[in-house]
């Protein structure tokens, strides 16, 4: 929870993040996306990282049958990932 400028009052601000072990075997976070204050039921959230996730992991077209709204916010979060450098796209 952070202050929004915008309303003036306390409202979730979203990240998507990586976990990872370093080489000390330590669990670390790595900030991938800002994402920020978003009207977004957590369940679409939830939907939209397992979007997210299939792309990253080369899985098939699982998400043939998500709501429209949802494939496209995923595109939009795989475009910003790709066009930061913040995930390996590479064939």
């Known amino acids: 929870m ?31 996306l800002n994402i920020g204050f978003v009207d977004i039921p957590p ?9 997210l996730n299939d792309r990253h992991n080369r899985r098939g077209n699982l998400f043939a049958g998500q709501d429209p709204e949802v494939v496209q916010a995923a595109d939009r979060y795989w475009e910003q990932l790709v066009a930061g450098g913040k995930i390996d796209v590479s064939e």
């Not at 309303?7 to 790595?30: A, D, F, I, M």
């Open 43 to 51: 369940e679409t959230l939830n939907s939209i990282r397992g979007i």
């Open 2 to 32: 952070r202050h929004n400028p915008r309303t003036g009052h306390p409202q979730g601000y979203y990240r998507l993040v990586e976990s990872y072990r370093n080489e000390c075997n330590r669990v670390c976070h790595r900030t991938l």
